[in-house]
């Protein structure tokens, strides 16, 4: 078997980002968390930790930190179903990737939900949250992607409904004689990041093209909304952040009746997926009463 | 000189994450991009981007994006006092690195201010924004460090004021006998991601030491206050976005009259500066009137 005590002080290192923290989680003092990570260094022959403000883990080290947090959920299962067993460790910390725009509409309700355990999220498209899964270094994710990321399991949560918006100057500045290929192609679009496409999709949608044009990269789900709001640009937003702008006409929809509907599926990972359990029912709980159905 | 039609392909692909976007922002076909990047590769014998979803510069690719970048601002101050020139580009772009609750709370305000120009924010900590002007990938940030970085101008904006908050219910079910190491100890704290010290700083503020405690991470300005309010954790938000929430009480202040206060600071690349000029007096006038005076 591995040395988990020297496993353990790796992943705080890597999960706090600095020995100190290190240190102050695992109650030892941070010269201990080094020796540890350096003895796991040279028993495997190979950097773990890169050395920096965060300290961050190399593939190896991230490979291992994941280890750590599968096994740490698998032994509380255990202690679910044992509870004679002494209770040593801390909390277990669950590792998810959500999408920016699932956070910030429904996403904390489910986690509100859930009892006995510590929330590490990372956010990322919702065409890219998978690729976490894929690599290992999350146990489940919020994603565009229906198929079952090999290991896991995969249930359809609704859609996150998103609305072309911008402020109503912006409209009779930029779409005065209509929303068209030509005033498309002049007005600022807001662009989450590089990976965000909904813009695009929306056009597609809409008018059967794709149509370039400039636009500002904000990459903030509320952000989104201020920069809409005071007319920087007209972006998607989920509708649930807008409706209330909506209603009382400090944003408009670029085209009526043209939402744009994005499928979601809860992805986790097979083999702790009872453990999962809580947060599994939590968020389709959550889901089924936010998103839109199928 | 170098050729800039090349250098325009690259950094196109690199700010839009795909040859498919460069063509349209540029109005050529994708394997006039391509070929153009090839040729440029060729040329400097080194690989400029990774081609994947999305297309990355590698560092000499960033170099290079970054270089384009300031030779169209230094372009669009030549079109401003030469007006004869034929503006033959499109908008230009400005990339500023900026910290998450800067852009909650009264960034966006301020680049509502500015005219003829399209916004690429990066997101850091206020103590990590700085590192990006530092190796040339942003042309200004707003950061916690005075000191200017070299070849740049600094200017203090004045302080970004935090209150340590969190929901009734969660006060009374963890703070019940008060706020003390003890209590701290097993509250879980609310941590943006592993280069927010917020939480730490505040701790060591108002007890002169470090206290460990169990986490969430969560990283989002708009998602910890969503976090604080279900009662996941308590966590450091901006006064200004929770002060509406302290008023009617869903969150409370952890200790009355504890605030941290984050000096923060407009640094921005000398070269450039005064076609900066626009932007710099709207951040001044924004901060000016949204951060406590120091």
Not at 52 to 64: H, Y
Not at 132 to 145: F, P
Not at 253 to 264: K, R
Request: net charge neutral; hydrophobic share 45%.
């Amino acid at each position: 078997m591995l040395d988990y005590a020297l496993l353990s002080a790796l992943a705080a290192v890597i999960r706090t980002g600095s020995f100190e923290r290190a240190a102050q989680q695992l109650h030892v003092t941070p010269s201990a968390v080094s020796q540890r990570v350096k003895l796991l260094e040279e028993k495997l022959g190979t950097v773990l930790v890169v050395r920096g403000t965060p300290c961050t883990g190399t593939p190896g080290g991230q490979r291992l930190c994941q280890h750590v947090e599968q096994v740490a959920l698998l032994e509380s299962e255990l202690r679910h179903e044992l509870p004679g067993i002494r209770d040593a460790g801390p909390q277990v910390t669950v590792r998810i990737a959500v999408n920016a725009d699932s956070l910030a509409t429904w996403f904390v309700a489910a986690m509100a939900q859930t009892q006995d355990c510590l929330f590490d999220l990372v956010i990322d498209d919702q065409e890219h949250s998978a690729d976490w899964l894929r690599r290992g270094e999350v146990l489940a994710a919020v994603t565009s992607g229906a198929k079952p990321v090999q290991g896991c399991d995969s249930t359809p949560l609704g859609a996150l409904r998103y609305i072309a918006t911008a402020s109503p100057e912006f409209v009779s500045r930029h779409f005065a004689d209509g929303v068209h290929d030509a005033s498309l192609a002049r007005a600022p679009r807001l662009t989450f990041n590089t990976k965000d496409s909904l813009q695009t999709q929306w056009i597609r949608q809409a008018f059967g093209t794709d149509i370039a044009s400039p636009t500002h990269w904000l990459p903030s789900s509320q952000s989104f909304i201020d920069a809409a709001l005071v007319g920087l640009g007209w972006g998607m937003n989920p509708e649930m952040l807008v409706a209330e702008h909506l209603r009382n006409g400090r944003l408009i929809a670029l085209i009526q009746d043209q939402p744009l509907d994005v499928p979601l599926f809860w992805q986790r990972s097979r083999i702790v997926s009872s453990r999962l359990g809580d947060i599994t029912r939590a968020v389709l709980r959550t889901a089924g009463t936010l998103l839109q159905r199928p």
